[in-house]
């Protein structure tokens, strides 16, 4: 029999957020392999590839852990914190490691503080998010207080293989990679920043959308998939600069956008 100070795991959001930290996991050990690799002259970029997918695929997991969780009133303490820790691996490690291997070693310990810092700033944002769904119980964010570590990896990612797809050509990717340590501070200094970013936590598996836009979003995630290349960095350029924009949007144009179905569902019962 169970103790009742154990923990309940619910098993579809856990899988997910396990699914989350393999992914971690699985990047953190391509990079360490193209590290090896670099050493004796070989081709790197397949692992560069691989890495970058998985911190995408990791974004994935993410997105549906919560989803998943809220859909069967299932969120928990347990899956809160083991959420954290797998966005830890994911997030933090994993896009840290792969900015110092493509340009910061060759800034040796400089290289190592701005590679910490990242890491630094998005365990703070996690440990401060825990702290604050804990004082809120049951009552999910509607918004993001500064720019969601998910959300920077992201962007680290799909710019760093956006630089590849233009680079294709290279062993190794040029100038551009210099870039890449400022967008690393850029973004641990927006995971603390005080710009709002809508959690799109209202919209769950009983959002509603008409004909029109289901098939315009589902233009768009051809689209993507069509042009992997380009396009994630394209929206997640686009989701960082909605939080500058954001403020002067009309009220109705934001409602539209986030899908706020909880002030515009009809009472039930």
Known sequence: MMSPREPRIYLLPNLMTAGNLFC?????????????????????????????????????????DGRLARLGGHESPFGREFDSLADTVSFGIAPA???????????????????????????????????????????????????????????IASLTLLMLWIQEDQRVIGSWKYALPVLLIFSSFMMFSHVKYPSFKSVNWRTQRSIPAFLGLILLLAFTAM??????????????????VRPFISKALRREIEEDVEEHEAPQG
Request: with cysteine; hydrophobic share 55%.
């Open 227 to 244: 042009n992997y290349h380009w396009m994630p960095a394209l929206l997640f350029v686009s989701f960082l600069l909605y939080g500058f």
């Open 97 to 155: 490691l792969l900015v110092y291997q493509i340009v910061l070693r060759d800034f040796q310990r400089t290289g190592w503080l701005i590679a910490f810092f990242f890491l630094l700033c998005g365990t703070l944002r996690l440990a401060r998010f825990n702290c604050i769904a804990a004082s809120n119980g049951d009552k999910p964010e509607k918004d993001f207080q500064g720019f969601p570590i998910p959300a920077a990896a992201g962007l």
């Open 24 to 64: 971690g996991f699985a990047a953190t050990l391509r990079i360490i392999e193209a590290s090896i690799l670099m050493a004796t002259g070989d081709s790197v970029g397949s692992l560069y590839h691989e890495a970058i997918a998985f911190i995408l695929g990791a974004c994935v997991f993410d997105l549906l």
